[in-house]
């Protein structure tokens, strides 16, 4: 059984007569600034930092995040399987310190998506000004994914990487859906024309869904432009075939990692059919045209039987790539106090990545489970599965 360790909460915490400006710990600002302040403490982050980045945080998520935890989400936030409009994820590369990320619905997504829309905007270009990046990209894009009557799940996310220094790496995620789900197609062509990279959409594999446009805005080495695509239905063979970038990943190591992380043993052949496998391809500056990188989604917690059984399989996972799975325990012991065997879907996503010139990366989703905790699955045994009694 996987072991986590609690920690008792850091004294950074918000209390509600505290002088600290974050909500009250029964809010959502509150719970989720305060599961982002002990994350920050795992990885090491100094307090400032942390302190500066839990303000960053319920600032972008605004009035919402003094909502009492007793009242529902504010939303029907798709960004997570309880509404929560928070999640974190933490990346692994061998031999080096985790990174530590969060994602986040800027305005909790209230208000439809008109509206949450121009909160994303306004929280996006607030970063921008403190941190003095351009949003030049994002602005260019803006009468794809901004039409006055918007669809689809989403209006826009952001994502930050929290690096030592108090200066995070931004993300953001848009909406393909946003002017029409008849209109995915062109409005990823014409983004991705728009950002300098004409022959990109005809390199994207075949697939049932384009769910994200993403961009990487501030100081990144090399920003990318990622599209994001979805297979129901997948087998390894399927998903050892969906990556359109030179030079690798081999195919089975795809194949390898899809049935560690979906629990398959070597030889068993099922498909992803509660939920669907997704495939990310980033393009940067480069002379084919072709992406440059290719990372791998398994939707891990609708194929598992709790949580104790995703952490040992990202586990097995980390060990595999080299890296030591120590700060994922500590980090979900800094989000939950619930035993992982308890429910489902803390760990919502295990993903490999294979970016151009670095070396693969492991990256594990940790939900903030604000709202709700899906109980443990009873799952149908798969054919030749030994049942536990
Ligand atoms: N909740 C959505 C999903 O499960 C979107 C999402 C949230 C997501 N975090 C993610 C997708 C991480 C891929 C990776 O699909």
């Known amino acids: 059984m996987i072991d986590v360790r609690h920690r008792p909460p850091v004294g950074l915490l918000p209390t509600p007569s505290g002088p600290a400006s974050l909500p009250a710990g029964g ?22 930092d942390a302190a500066g980045y839990a303000q960053v945080l319920t600032t972008a998520l605004g009035p919402v995040a003094l909502r009492p935890l007793s009242l529902p989400a504010p939303s029907r936030s798709f960004l997570s399987d309880d509404h929560t409009p928070v999640e974190f994820s933490l990346a692994f590369e061998a031999g080096q310190a985790p990174s530590l990320r969060v994602l986040l619905e800027p305005g909790g997504g ?31 894009l803006e009468d794809l994914f901004f039409p ?15 690096r030592p220094g108090g200066v995070p790496r931004v993300k953001v995620y848009l909406n393909p859906a946003a002017s029409g789900a008849e209109r995915v197609s062109a409005t990823v062509r014409e983004a991705l024309r728009r950002l300098g990279h004409p022959q990109a959409f005809t390199t994207l594999p075949e697939s049932d869904r384009i769910l994200f446009l993403a961009l990487d805005l501030g100081d990144w080495d090399v920003p990318r432009v990622k599209v994001y695509t979805a297979h129901n239905n997948l087998s390894a063979a399927a998903a050892g075939g969906l990556s359109r970038k030179e030079d690798g990943p081999d195919p089975t190591e795809i194949e390898a990692f899809f049935r560690a992380a979906a ?3 070597n030889g068993q052949d099922t498909v992803l059919d509660r939920r669907p ?14 992406p440059t990188g290719f990372t791998f989604h398994v939707p891990v917690r609708d ?10 399989r990202a586990s097995a ?73």
């Not at 959502?28 to 307090?47: M, N, P, S």
């Not at 990256?363 to 009694?389: C, D, F, H, K, N």
């Open 110 to 140: 209230v208000g439809g998506l008109a509206r949450s829309g121009r909160s994303g905007l306004r929280a996006v270009r607030a970063l921008a000004r403190r941190w003095n990046f351009s949003t030049d990209p994002l602005d260019e």
């Open 263 to 265: 629990g398959l043993e």
């Open 27 to 48: 809010s959502l600002g509150g719970h989720t600034a305060g599961q982002l302040l002990r994350l920050c403490e795992v990885a090491g982050l100094g307090a400032a």
């Open 317 to 389: 996972l980390l060990r595999h790539y080299g890296a030591d799975p120590a700060q994922l325990l500590d980090s979900v012991a800094a989000v939950t106090s619930r035993r992982p065997e308890d429910g489902t879907g803390l760990i919502a996503y295990l993903a490999l990545a294979h970016q151009a010139g670095r070396p693969p990366r492991v990256t594990v989703y940790i939900s903030s489970e604000a709202y709700r905790v899906r109980p443990p699955a009873v799952l149908s045994p798969r054919p030749g599965a030994v049942q536990e009694a």
């Open 148 to 162: 006055l009557s918007p669809q689809g799940p989403l209006a826009l996310w952001c994502a930050l990487e929290l």
């Open 277 to 290: 496998g997704l495939a990310c391809h980033a393009f940067t500056e480069s002379a084919t045209g072709l």
């Open 303 to 312: 194929y598992v039987r709790h949580d104790g059984e995703a952490l040992e």
